[in-house]
C-alpha cells in the first residue's frame, strides 16, 4: 500500500489490543537488551568486509517505525554503497572539518572533543561497507511544489536515528554518528530536494580487526535518573 499524507484527514481510531508478555518475560527481555546495548560503541575504524544488506534494510524499517510530530514522518534515509560516492562524501567531509579543527570549532569544543581521539581524517566514510545518511524533511513539497510544514521535525529525526542505531547494534552491527558542520554538501553529493537538510552520516559494517575505541565510562543509572 502507497503512503499518503493525513494532513486534515479526520481522526480514525482502529483497535490496539497487543498480548501482554507476562512479567517475568517481560524482566527478562529488558535486562537482555540493557546487557546487549550497553556493549554498544561508536566505531570509527571500519573493516570493508561486506555486510547483509538485508540487515542494514530491515534496521531502516525499524528507524521508520518512530514516533513522529503529527504523524508526518519527516525523514529519508539514503542509503550509500557506491564506492565513488562514498569517496566524494569523504573528500567533502575532510574539507569541512579541516576548517573546524583548525579553529572554526572554539577551543572550548576541541577540548572536549580531545578526550575522543577525533580529527579531521574521516577514513571510515570510504572504508565502511554502507553510509546512511539521514536527511529531515523540514516541510513536506507536493509534487506541484506547494509546501506544508512539518512540525516537531528535530525531535522526530533524533528519535528515529536513536531507533536504527539500536537496531543496527542488535544486528551485530557497528556504526557512527557523524555530524560534519556545515553539512549542505551532502544535499548537493545526493540530489535531494530542497525541503531536506542533512541531519547525520552513519557509516554501518564491521569494525576492523584493529579497531580501538575511547576507554569510556557511562553514566550510572543512579546518575540519569529522578524518581517523583
Known amino acids: 500500500m502507497t503512503w499518503s499524507p493525513t494532513h486534515g ?5 482502529v483497535p490496539y489490543r497487543p498480548a501482554r508478555m507476562p512479567a ?6 529488558a535486562a537482555a537488551l540493557r546487557r546487549r546495548m550497553d556493549e554498544r560503541r561508536s566505531v570509527r575504524s ?3 568486509d561486506p555486510v547483509p544488506e538485508q540487515a ?7 528507524a521508520s517505525t518512530a514516533p513522529s510530530g503529527a504523524h508526518q514522518q519527516p525523514w529519508t534515509f539514503v542509503l550509500v554503497s557506491d564506492p565513488a560516492v562514498r569517496k566524494q562524501i569523504r573528500t567533502a567531509a575532510e574539507a569541512e572539518e579541516t576548517v573546524s579543527y ?6 572550548e569544543w576541541l577540548t572536549a572533543l580531545r578526550p575522543l581521539g577525533t580529527d579531521a581524517i574521516k577514513t571510515h566514510l570510504t572504508d565502511a561497507p554502507f553510509l546512511i545518511v539521514v536527511f529531515q524533511q523540514r516541510f513536506y513539497l507536493e509534487e506541484d511544489g506547494t509546501t506544508r510544514k512539518h512540525y516537531y521535525v528535530d525531535e522526530s529525526v533524533g528519535i528515529a536515528v536513536g ?15 557523524h555530524t560534519p558542520s556545515p553539512m549542505r554538501f551532502l544535499g548537493e553529493v545526493l540530489g535531494r530536494p530542497r525541503n531536506e537538510k542533512a541531519f547525520a552520516v552513519i557509516p ?11 576507554n569510556l565510562r557511562r553514566k550510572s543509572l543512579d ?3 529522578v524518581r517523583v
Do not use: K
Request: proline fraction near 7%.
Open 9 to 13: 484527514d479526520q481522526f480514525e481510531p
Open 24 to 29: 517475568d518475560e517481560t524482566l527478562a527481555n
Open 46 to 48: 571500519f573493516s570493508p
Open 56 to 62: 542494514v534494510l530491515d534496521a531502516i524499517a525499524v
Open 102 to 107: 583548525d579553529g572554526r570549532l572554539g577551543e
Open 163 to 177: 531507533m536504527l542505531l539500536t537496531a543496527l547494534h542488535v544486528a551485530g552491527l557497528s556504526a557512527l554518528t
Open 204 to 214: 554501518v559494517g564491521y569494525p576492523a580487526d584493529d579497531c580501538m575505541v575511547p
Open 223 to 225: 546518575q540519569v535518573l
